[in-house]
T-cell receptor, first 113, second 114 residues
Framework: DQQVKQNSPSLSVQEGRISILNCDYT??????FLWYKKYPAEGPTFLISISSIKDKNEDGRFTVFLNKSAKHLSLHIVPSQPGDSAVYFC????????????FGQGTTLQVKP | DVKVTQSSRYLVKRTGEKVFLECVQDMDHENMFWYRQDPGLGLRLIYF???????EKGDIPEGYSVSREKKERFSLILESASTNQTSMYLC?????????????FGPGTRLLVL
């Protein structure tokens, strides 16, 4: 039972354009959502997060949007750069759940120069 | 800056061997986690610990055990390694701040079981 799903295994965009990575969840108890970025042979690094009391959070080129009614979140990268090429994981947690994160399967982003 | 280190980047072991993976964090975090990452499956939680000598099973604990004797150190043990345990193993630590829990990851150990 996959509670957090990233239905697109891969995405390819041109440098300078927008990258949109999507994530769906099924558990309505989730109240905090995160995006991690992972390069090959390295551990994931935290990118950006959003709590359920917000619908948008921005950090430089990265914006996360949360649609609670649709149980959907998305990560927008504008403008995309070749260095953004990596695997992106979304994750979710529910307060009071001893800090456990539930991760999606990941989306591999390729940004072409 | 949070630092999570793992004892090995690459390991090659034989079927049936006992394998120890060590993880150390320097931020005094209560929570520590072990995941494995496999293509198309994302990160799956093996075990986690929210305090010294405390442990909880994650989603895929079979074939693994853990030890947390000190707050900064969390070890994953493969009692008898099998080929289906070939994977990337990731350790993470985190500080529960009420609602918002962010985990910080080590560089990973790529384990090959022959």
């Amino acid at each position: 039972d996959q509670q957090v799903k990233q239905n697109s295994p891969s995405l390819s965009v041109q440098e300078g354009r927008i990258s949109i990575l999507n994530c769906d969840y099924t558990n309505s108890m989730f109240d905090y959502f995160l995006w991690y970025k992972k390069y090959p042979a390295e551990g994931p690094t935290f990118l950006i997060s959003i709590s359920s009391i917000k619908d948008k959070n921005e950090d430089g080129r990265f914006t996360v949007f949360l649609n609670k009614s649709a149980k959907h979140l998305s990560l927008h990268i504008v403008p995309s750069q070749p260095g953004d090429s990596a695997v992106y994981f979304c994750a979710a947690s529910a307060s009071g759940n001893t800090g456990k994160l539930i991760f999606g399967q990941g989306t591999t982003l390729q940004v072409k120069p | 800056d949070v630092k999570v280190t793992q004892s090995s980047r690459y390991l090659v072991k034989r079927t049936g061997e006992k394998v120890f993976l060590e993880c150390v964090q320097d931020m005094d975090h209560e929570n520590m986690f072990w995941y494995r990452q496999d293509p198309g499956l994302g990160l799956r939680l093996i075990y986690f610990s929210y305090d010294v000598k405390m442990k909880e099973k994650g989603d895929i604990p079979e074939g693994y055990s853990v030890s947390r004797e000190k707050k900064e150190r969390f070890s994953l043990i493969l009692e008898s390694a099998s080929t289906n345990q070939t994977s990337m193993y990731l350790c993470a630590s985190g500080l529960t701040s009420g609602v918002e829990e962010t985990q910080y990851f080590g560089p990973g150990t790529r384990l090959l079981v022959l």
